[in-house]
């Protein structure tokens, strides 16, 4: 069930008056009905999965709490993890890695046909496999107790506003809030309901319209050079974003409306000065989860600088292939590593460089351009991201500036206007808007500030949101980008 589709604005409100006119003591139960029909209506069999694993790290987490030795701890947390990343590897990566391991073979003269698995990828796997592996590791670190109520914790992997894309949920900070009783509380049901009403914008306007132009190009990249490929790619930035963002609200506001508080997962990532910030602003719930799980697990930052420079390699490279099997995705991932350990060798050189400029003088153009080089950085990398294969992708970057034409006015404007006018125009209008909200929310919610204003101005806004949703809306369902990972 597609958020954008008119499946959930039927059910989501069917399940809100459900969830407040029942008992607090049985309001789990609804929720996780609903939750499983939610992941059904994509492929009723794979709601087996999520059960098994739910039951798997139900049962390892009480059987870890109960043991005193360590190295029986040690090995009931290695069943959890070799099972779960067992079977994302069985349905993400089995073909990847046959298909890969057939061509180095074949450039040798070794014949090899490997067995191809001829299932479909199980929406959301990878959410809720790193959210159940990030459970069953805090109670193995004694962060945290094991959940008895099998109904709370099967509901806490498979609570549907965040079950297929996320934010991944830490238990300390979902398990609790399905004991606490909520009440029904008109500001924050329609404080969530404005986010929600964001999210569907982001998505539906601006991330589905910047698809349209993106598609075209990236589909068939040989057909373009030059200035088609930098749009292509700057709104494939904007797209991804929009796209993915805009589930974390509709997501984040469900869960509100019901009073759940989920974490936020975006904080105006293309306004980082660093790549290292851009992580701790991007898909926070992900990075984090690499930072606690894997990257700090391999010694983090508190070992040698060589052995540091391994470790950021590794966690990227991972969360790179976490995103797909595809040698595109372990591309970005090994482009972003090295961003990071660029940063790092060439820190006292770009101080040096940045004093002898005098640029400490300008910090507001200073802070400028660590912005623009950062987005820069950013969105070549999206290129790999993108691209369906490696080949396409270096395409791309061979012809990303091929300035043949450039100053040709018919090429600019078929450039330009490449999908339509029509489409180019709205997706235009869509990041200006996104730019607007998020200079002006810089120090507080829009939300907030909104809820301060007249009435007559805060229902302006929102009939100017739904109004340009049904007008300008791309309203052929896109699937959220994030639902493939």
Same mark, same amino acid.
């Given at each position: 069930?597609?958020?954008?589709?008119?499946?959930?604005?039927?059910?989501?409100?069917?399940?809100?008056?459900?969830?407040?006119?029942?008992?607090?003591?049985?309001?789990?139960?609804?929720?996780?009905?609903?939750?499983?029909?939610?992941?059904?209506?994509?492929?009723?069999?794979?709601?087996?999965?999520?059960?098994?694993?739910?039951?798997?790290?139900?049962?390892?987490?009480?059987?870890?709490?109960?043991?005193?030795?360590?190295?029986?701890?040690?090995?009931?947390?290695?069943?959890? +993890?070799?099972?779960?990343?067992?079977?994302?590897?069985?349905?993400?990566?089995?073909?990847?890695?046959?298909?890969?391991?057939?061509?180095?073979?074949?450039?040798?003269?070794?014949?090899?046909?490997?067995?191809?698995?001829?299932?479909?990828?199980?929406?959301?796997?990878? %959410?809720?496999? %790193?959210?159940?592996?990030?459970?069953?590791?805090?109670?193995?670190?004694?962060?945290?107790?094991?959940?008895?109520?099998?109904?709370?914790?099967?509901?806490?992997?498979?609570?549907?506003?965040?079950?297929?894309?996320?934010?991944?949920?830490?238990?300390?900070?979902?398990?609790?809030?399905?004991?606490?009783?909520?009440?029904?509380?008109?500001?924050?049901?329609?404080?969530?309901?404005?986010?929600?009403?964001?999210?569907?914008?982001?998505? +539906?306007?601006?991330?589905?319209?910047?698809?349209?132009?993106?598609?075209?190009?990236?589909?068939?990249?040989?057909?373009?050079?030059?200035?088609?490929?930098?749009?292509?790619?700057?709104?494939?930035?904007?797209?991804?974003?929009?796209?993915?963002?805009?589930?974390?609200?509709?997501?984040?506001?469900?869960?509100?409306?019901?009073?759940?508080?989920?974490?936020?997962?975006?904080?105006?990532?293309?306004?980082?000065?660093?790549?290292?910030?851009?992580?701790?602003?991007?898909?926070?719930?992900?990075?984090?989860?690499?930072?606690?799980?894997?990257?700090?697990?391999?010694?983090?930052?508190?070992?040698?600088?060589?052995?540091?420079?391994?470790?950021?390699?590794?966690?990227?490279?991972?969360?790179?292939?976490?995103?797909?099997?595809?040698?595109?995705?372990?591309?970005?991932?090994?482009?972003?590593?090295?961003?990071?350990?660029?940063?790092?060798?060439?820190?006292?050189?770009?101080?040096?460089?940045?004093?002898?400029?005098?640029?400490?003088?300008?910090?507001?153009?200073?802070?400028?351009?660590?912005?623009?080089?950062?987005?820069?950085?950013?969105?070549?990398?999206?290129?790999?991201?993108?691209?369906?294969?490696?080949?396409?992708?270096?395409?791309?970057?061979?012809?990303? %500036?091929?300035?043949?034409?450039?100053?040709?006015?018919?090429?600019?404007?078929?450039?330009?206007?490449?999908?339509?006018?029509?489409?180019?125009?709205?997706?235009?209008?869509?990041?200006?808007?996104?730019?607007?909200?998020?200079?002006?929310?810089?120090?507080?919610?829009?939300?907030?500030?909104?809820?301060?204003?007249?009435?007559?101005?805060?229902? %302006?806004?929102?009939?100017?949101?739904?109004?340009?949703?049904?007008?300008?809306?791309?309203?052929?369902?896109?699937?959220?980008?994030?639902?493939?990972?």
């Amino acid at each position: 069930m597609l958020f954008n589709s008119i499946h959930f604005l039927i059910f989501f409100p069917i399940i809100i008056v459900l969830y407040f006119s029942l008992k607090h003591k049985h309001r789990w139960i609804l929720l996780l009905l609903a939750s499983y029909y939610f992941y059904m209506s994509w492929k009723a069999e794979y709601i087996i999965l999520i059960i098994f694993s739910t039951l798997l790290d139900y049962f390892v987490a009480l059987a870890i709490a109960k043991e005193d030795d360590k190295k029986t701890k040690t090995f009931l947390l290695l069943i959890s +993890i070799l099972i779960n990343i067992g079977l994302l590897f069985a349905f993400k990566y089995f073909n990847f890695v046959s298909d890969s391991l057939r061509i180095i073979l074949s450039n040798f003269s070794i014949q090899f046909s490997p067995p191809v698995l001829k299932i479909l990828l199980p929406v959301g796997i990878s %959410f809720y496999t %790193f959210q159940t592996l990030g459970y069953t590791i805090d109670v193995y670190r004694n962060k945290i107790k094991p959940e008895k109520h099998l109904g709370i914790f099967s509901l806490y992997v498979s609570f549907f506003p965040q079950l297929v894309a996320g934010p991944i949920e830490r238990a300390q900070n979902l398990l609790p809030q399905f004991l606490k009783k909520h009440y029904f509380d008109y500001a924050r049901v329609t404080d969530g309901l404005k986010l929600m009403l964001w999210g569907f914008f982001k998505k +539906i306007v601006i991330a589905d319209n910047l698809a349209i132009y993106v598609d075209l190009v990236y589909n068939n990249p040989e057909m373009y050079t030059g200035l088609s490929l930098i749009i292509a790619t700057i709104f494939f930035a904007f797209q991804i974003y929009c796209d993915f963002s805009g589930y974390s609200d509709i997501a984040i506001g469900a869960s509100q409306v019901m009073g759940f508080k989920l974490m936020d997962n975006f904080k105006r990532p293309y306004y980082s000065k660093s790549i290292s910030e851009f992580w701790k602003r991007w898909h926070i719930s992900l990075s984090s989860w690499f930072k606690d799980y894997l990257y700090i697990s391999l010694g983090g930052n508190r070992v040698s600088i060589s052995r540091l420079h391994f470790n950021l390699f590794i966690t990227f490279l991972i969360s790179g292939l976490w995103h797909g099997a595809n040698w595109t995705f372990v591309v970005w991932g090994a482009l972003h590593a090295f961003y990071m350990i660029f940063s790092l060798l060439s820190k006292n050189i770009r101080e040096k460089i940045v004093l002898f400029i005098k640029l400490k003088h300008f910090p507001r153009l200073n802070k400028y351009l660590q912005i623009l080089t950062t987005f820069s950085l950013v969105t070549f990398a999206w290129i790999f991201f993108r691209a369906k294969n490696i080949s396409d992708a270096f395409y791309i970057v061979r012809n990303l %500036f091929n300035w043949h034409g450039f100053v040709d006015f018919g090429y600019l404007r078929s450039a330009f206007f490449l999908a339509s006018p029509y489409v180019f125009v709205v997706s235009l209008f869509g990041i200006l808007s996104l730019e607007f909200v998020h200079l002006y929310q810089r120090h507080d919610s829009i939300r907030h500030m909104l809820s301060n204003r007249p009435v007559y101005f805060r229902f %302006f806004i929102y009939f100017l949101l739904l109004f340009s949703i049904l007008l300008c809306g791309n309203f052929s369902s896109h699937e959220f980008i994030y639902f493939q990972f």
